[in-house]
């Protein structure tokens, strides 16, 4: 099996050159019991102290390339139940901008509510906090949501999840509490050097408040003693339309900015030992909402990861 490391770690850097991360919602689908390749295994016991370092590159349905680095640490509070903290800095490029800055921090306390030899289930309570009011700007023009590092709203998010040795389902709900403080218009641009044709590709999001997200995801697992692969379904469903402004400050609802993202799932992982170990995770986009005022469409998304259990 040893022989296996070099092999599995050129599939992993020949996969992460080729494509990049994980899912194009919120954040929630890799928040607590929502997270993918979850491991299920009774004969050792999970250690809940741990820490994920994970880089990220997601391509857009425009030209914005997003990249992530982000810190994801897990704390034991007890046998059942672990406290998670996401640290992640983004970096927006593209041809209207190149912007960074540290992104929403996400808090999750998840908790395993019920055991048994065959499945576990596990439920997570949470949220997002903004790192800054998603208002980034360059030379006076407010920027799209596509180059923002924040949503700039304060979420509260909630899931469940049932984990077996082949299989993972899970379930969440994240809803915004306000509005942020984006003030990206088409009539702001005018004036402007830049091609007003490629502008009216981006949908408008002034004082956006996004609509709620339920996600679902569908997961069978393949795990050998050291290498581990998974494929699944991610299904995120915005359940009422996103509202912004106009220019004269009227509210209103966007037409078609609600509805179902699909996104198919593969992760592949080798461990190293019982401690640590290395995880890829490439996500494509099956179906898209019409209307994306949050810039969270990605079209191929993959990360890579390092974890590590204390």
């Known amino acids: 099996m040893p022989r296996l490391l070099p092999a599995c770690l050129l599939v992993l850097i020949a996969c992460t050159n080729a494509i990049s991360q994980g899912c194009s919602d919120a954040g929630f689908c890799t928040m607590g019991a929502m997270k993918p390749d979850q491991p299920f295994n009774k004969k050792i016991e999970l250690r809940l102290r741990s820490m994920e370092i994970s880089f990220y590159r997601g391509t857009t349905t425009l030209t914005p390339i997003v990249y992530v680095a982000t810190a994801d640490l897990n704390f034991s509070l007890n046998r059942k139940t672990s406290f998670q903290v996401k640290l992640p800095y983004q970096a927006v490029s593209g041809s209207l901008a190149n912007t960074s800055g540290l992104g929403d921090i996400s808090l999750c306390i998840t908790r395993n509510i019920y055991t048994t030899e065959n499945y576990d289930i596990n439920l997570s309570v949470g949220g997002k906090i903004p790192t800054n009011r998603s208002d980034k700007d360059v ?31 899970a379930t969440g709900i994240q809803h915004p509490f306000n509005k942020n403080n984006n003030q990206f218009l088409w009539s702001a641009w005018e004036g402007s050097s830049e091609d007003m044709g490629y502008i009216h590709d981006y949908a408008r999001a002034k004082e956006l408040k996004r609509g709620t997200d339920i996600m679902f995801r569908v997961e069978r697992n393949f795990r050998f003693s050291r290498i581990n692969f998974s494929f699944g379904l991610l299904p995120i469903y915005r359940i009422n339309k996103d509202e912004i402004a106009d220019a004269n400050g009227n509210r209103f609802k966007q037409d078609k900015a609600h509805g179902l993202a699909l996104s198919g799932i593969f992760t592949t992982g080798y461990n190293f030992n019982v401690q640590s170990g290395v995880k890829l995770l490439v996500g494509h986009k099956i179906t898209n909402r019409d209307v994306n005022p949050d810039g969270l469409t990605r079209e191929l998304v993959s990360s890579i990861s390092y974890y590590h259990r204390f």
């Open 139 to 169: 030379d006076g023009y407010p920027l799209p949501m596509y180059y923002q590092t924040s949503l700039g709203t304060y979420d509260f998010i909630t899931g469940i999840s049932l984990i077996s040795k082949k299989w993972l389902f």
